[in-house]
């Protein structure tokens, strides 16, 4: 599955994922809104065998097939109240 990811000039650290390129009409506006503007940031085949840093691959390329987008939020950042 072909894959574009766009970065959100709004929101640090936050992707979109779309299974077409500049295919935003998929996303709700709810979602689209708080996100600013879109800019293109990669291209890759999603396949089952493709490692992503942030996301799992099968939740992505589900979200994909469901709904044509993922959105992908800024990781949490660890508590440095507990120990590691």
Aim: with cysteine; aromatic share 10%; hydrophobic share 40%.
């Amino acid at each position: 599955m072909q894959t574009y990811v766009y970065k959100s000039l709004r929101k640090d650290n936050t992707y979109v994922y779309l299974c077409k390129r500049d295919d935003f009409e998929v996303i709700p506006e709810s979602v689209r809104n708080p996100l600013g503007e879109l800019v293109f940031v990669l291209e890759f085949a999603l396949t089952s065998e493709r490692r992503l840093a942030q996301s799992d691959p099968a939740v992505v390329r589900a979200n994909l097939a469901a709904h044509g987008f993922h959105l992908q939020f800024p990781p949490t950042l660890p508590d440095p109240m507990v120990d590691g």
